[in-house]
Structure formats: C-alpha cells, structure tokens
Nanobody, 115 residues
Framework: QVQLVESGGGLVQAGGSLRLSCAAS????????MGWYRQAPGKERELVAT???????NYADSVKGRFTISRDNAKNTVYLQMNILKPEDTAVYYC?????????WGQGTQVTVSS
C-alpha cells in the first residue's frame, strides 16, 4: 500500500506562513493526483487543493491567492505553501494520493493559527 507521511505543521500567528510536505512511498501504480484536505473540530473534511501529475491545480475558494500546491514527481512529494494564514485555517491537514485504482490518506498534521 501507499505510505504517506506529512510534516511541517505547527502553531503560527495570523498573517504568518507554513509549508507542509507529504512524501509518498510504496506505490505499486503511478500516482496521478495528490492533494491536501483539512478537517476542523466539529466540521466535515474539506478539499484544500489538488495537483495532477502534469501540474494542473485546483483550490478551494477560501484559500485561493494564499495557498500554493506543488509536487516533485521524482520524489513523489507534494507541498502546500500557506501564506497569510487566518484563524479559520486551523485544522488537521491530510495528504491524499490517487492512482487509477485506489486512493490513500496520510495520518494528518495539525495546523493552528492564533489571533
């Protein structure tokens, strides 16, 4: 199975920045799409951003202009650069990978933005 390991979460003040990383390993098939999702306390998990193997991106309206997703195909690693962070960005952020046959999830990393 695909193993996904997230890193880079932490506590930051509003207006600050964080960079999340997710490294995938053990994939039997090509990973076509990688993305980031988040879940705040008492809320449903929601899409933050996705990126295809070819570099096409998609963002939630709430993060457009502030977050940037990128990937290094050679390293099977996806990144999320988060700028101008807001308290409402506070959540557990999960990495996701998709092949033609299945999707895999990481364990998540906590991002906390204080006022």
């Amino acid at each position: 199975q695909v193993q996904l390991v997230e890193s880079g979460g932490g506590l930051v003040q509003a207006g600050g920045s964080l960079r999340l990383s997710c490294a995938a390993s053990g994939s039997r098939f090509a990973i076509n799409v990688m993305g980031w999702y988040r879940q705040a306390p008492g809320k449903e998990r929601e899409l933050v951003a996705t990126i295809t193997r070819g570099g096409s991106t998609n963002y939630a309206d709430s993060v457009k202009g502030r977050f940037t997703i990128s990937r290094d195909n050679a390293k099977n690693t996806v990144y999320l650069q988060m700028n101008i962070l807001k308290p409402e960005d506070t959540a557990v952020y999960y990495c996701k990978s998709e092949t033609v046959y299945y999707a895999s999830w990481g364990q998540g990393t906590q991002v906390t933005v204080s006022s």
